[in-house]
C-alpha cells in the first residue's frame, strides 16, 4: 500500500504540538508507518515542499499576513486538514492579545516596529476550511489517532462534542466546582482529555477551548456569585478562548454586571 502524504505545518506558538507528535510517533509506530512525512517544520530547515498532502496538520495561530496566504495555499494542495492543539483550533494562548488594540501589544513588545506586520490573531478556520479539530494544549493522544486513522479508512472523524463535566463524572471525581468551591471550567469545555485536572483535585482552565453552543454567560455569573473578582473571571475565559464567540460573550456578561 503506498503511503499517503503527510505535512505538519506551523504558525505563531510554542511548538508544543510538534514535540507531542514526536513523542506519539516514537511510541505508536503502527498507525504513523502509514505515512509519508513529507514535511514537519520541526525537523526542517528547507521551505514547503510542492503538494499535493494526503493530510495537513496546522499547529499555530494566525498572526500575520504571510501565513494566511500560505495556509490557503496548503489547502488548496491537502486533500484533508485538521487544526491541531489549542493555538490552531481556538486561537489559544497568542490570542490573548486579541483583546487589545494591535498597536498598543506592539508598542508594548517591541522597540523598534518597523519590521513587524502582526495583524489580529485567529484560529486556522478563520480563514481556511478545516476537516477536524484536534484540541487541547498540548493536544489529545486519542483524538490524534480519530484524524490520522479517519484519513487512513476514508471516514469522517469522530471527536467529542460534550462537556469535560461529562467525562469528569464517568471518572467518578468529586466535583471541585461544587465541593471546593474552585473556579471550575469544566462546564463550559469541550471534552477530549479525560477529565485531567479535576482528576487531579485541580479545576479546568479550558485549554481544551469551549464546547459547542456552551453557556459561558452562565458559568460567568456563577463565578461572580462565588466571590471570583472580575479580572480574574475576565482572565479565565481569555486564557485560551479570547478568539471564541462562547467565551467573548461571558466576557461581555462581566462587563455588562
Ligand atoms: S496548543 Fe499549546 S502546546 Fe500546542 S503550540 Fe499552542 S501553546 Fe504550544
Ligand atoms: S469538577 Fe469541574 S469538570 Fe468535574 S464535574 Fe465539577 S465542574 Fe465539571
Ligand atoms: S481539564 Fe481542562 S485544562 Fe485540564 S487538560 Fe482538560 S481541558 Fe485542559
Not at 63 to 89: N, P, Y
Not at 172 to 182: K, P, Q, S, W
Request: proline share 6%; charged share 25%.
Amino acid at each position: 500500500m503506498n503511503k499517503l502524504r503527510l505535512g505538519f505545518f506551523k504558525y505563531s506558538c510554542c511548538m508544543g504540538c510538534s514535540y507531542f507528535f514526536a513523542y506519539v510517533h516514537k511510541h505508536v509506530p503502527e498507525v504513523l508507518a502509514s505515512f509519508d512525512f513529507v514535511f514537519i517544520k520541526l525537523l526542517s530547515r528547507k521551505g514547503i515542499p510542492e503538494g499535493p498532502f494526503d493530510i495537513a496538520l496546522v499547529e499555530g495561530t494566525i498572526t500575520e499576513a504571510w501565513q494566511v496566504d500560505e495556509l490557503k495555499m496548503i489547502r488548496e494542495q491537502s486533500k484533508k486538514l485538521f487544526a491541531v492543539g489549542s493555538c490552531a483550533v481556538i486561537g489559544g494562548i497568542p490570542a490573548i492579545k486579541a483583546t487589545t488594540p494591535e498597536l498598543e501589544i506592539e508598542k508594548r513588545v517591541y522597540k523598534n516596529l518597523s519590521s513587524i506586520h502582526s495583524i489580529k490573531p485567529h484560529a486556522v478556520d478563520a480563514y481556511v476550511k478545516v476537516d477536524g479539530y484536534i484540541r487541547g494544549c498540548p493536544p489529545a493522544e486519542r483524538d490524534l489517532y480519530e484524524a490520522l486513522t479517519s484519513v487512513l479508512t476514508g471516514r469522517k472523524p469522530d471527536f467529542p462534542q460534550y462537556s469535560v463535566c461529562i467525562e469528569c463524572k464517568l471518572k467518578g471525581n468529586l466535583c471541585v466546582l461544587i465541593a471546593d468551591n474552585m473556579p471550575c471550567m469544566g462546564p463550559v469545555t469541550n471534552a477530549g482529555c479525560g477529565a485531567l485536572c479535576p482528576s487531579m483535585n485541580r479545576a479546568c482552565y479550558s485549554c481544551f477551548g469551549p464546547m459547542k453552543q456552551a453557556n459561558a454567560p452562565a458559568l460567568a455569573k456563577k463565578f461572580k456569585a462565588m466571590g471570583i473578582s472580575r479580572d480574574d473571571i475576565i482572565r479565565k475565559f481569555t486564557e485560551f478562548g479570547a478568539d471564541t464567540i462562547e467565551f467573548r460573550k461571558a466576557v461581555e456578561t462581566v462587563y455588562e454586571d
